[in-house]
């Protein structure tokens, strides 16, 4: 069974500023998917950005992006210029193929503070 | 607006009582997922029904059980409601397949039961 690994409980960052989330994960395939999804204080689960596997660029969405090492397993985001409104829970999810589930991290709490 | 539809927002009830949660899919979505969310913690699955047919379990307890029905909607029965019940529950669909099936899953806003 898959597992994904979130090290950073909480973080906080000053509004402008960079920070990154780190997620692990553990599989022996070769091909997956990977995500980041937001939850803010409304509880939505929200698609941040995701990245295939077989794909070495990094997936980047405006002022998020991610650092994708395949053979470390590590899938971290990076948010630039944060905002207030990114304050939210993050959880990394790992998925096997399209059509199946997603396993999910057990999240960071980031704060972006003014 | 992820075009995900679950009822009730919120649910109140004792412990002992059973109770439905409602889950529609996004149009054309095949299957449908659910995951419970504790207090601050990350999402657990439960159990997926792909066009009506259970496709994967997880760590869902006897007392819960799902159905999917024909015109795809589903619903998780949790009978026997005890305290460490409460929780988020979410529903998620996805495309199932085809060049426009990028593995996301898209989430209602979940149901919030109370178990008191």
């Known amino acids: 069974a898959q597992t994904v690994t979130q090290s950073q409980p909480e973080m906080s960052v000053q509004e402008a500023e960079t920070v990154t989330l780190s997620c692990t994960y553990d599989t022996s395939e070769s091909n997956y998917y990977l995500f980041w999804y937001k939850q803010p204080p409304s509880r939505q689960m929200i698609l941040v950005i995701r990245?295939?596997?077989?794909?070495?660029q990094n997936a980047t969405e405006n002022r998020f992006s991610v650092n994708f090492q395949k053979a470390a397993k590590s899938f971290s985001l990076k948010i630039s210029d944060s905002q207030l409104g990114d304050t939210a829970m993050y959880f990394c999810a790992f998925g096997q193929d399209a059509g199946n589930m997603l396993t999910f991290g057990g999240g960071t709490r980031l704060m972006v503070k003014p | 607006d992820s075009g995900v539809t679950q009822t009730p927002k919120h649910l109140i009830t004792a412990t002992g009582q059973r109770v439905t949660l409602r889950c529609s899919p996004r149009s054309g979505d095949l299957s449908v997922y659910w995951y419970q969310q504790s207090l601050d913690q990350g999402l657990q699955f439960l159990i997926q029904y792909y066009n009506g047919e259970e496709r994967a379990k997880g760590n869902i307890l006897e007392r819960f059980s799902a159905q999917q029905f024909p015109d795809l909607h589903s619903e998780l029965n949790l009978s026997s409601l005890e305290l460490g019940d409460s929780a988020l529950y979410f529903c998620?669909?996805?495309?199932?397949?085809?060049?426009?099936?990028?593995?996301?899953?898209?989430f209602g806003e979940g149901s919030r039961l109370t178990v008191l």
């Open positions: 990245q295939e596997a077989y794909k070495q």
């Open positions: 998620a669909s996805s495309v199932d397949g085809g060049v426009k099936d990028t593995g996301e899953l898209f």
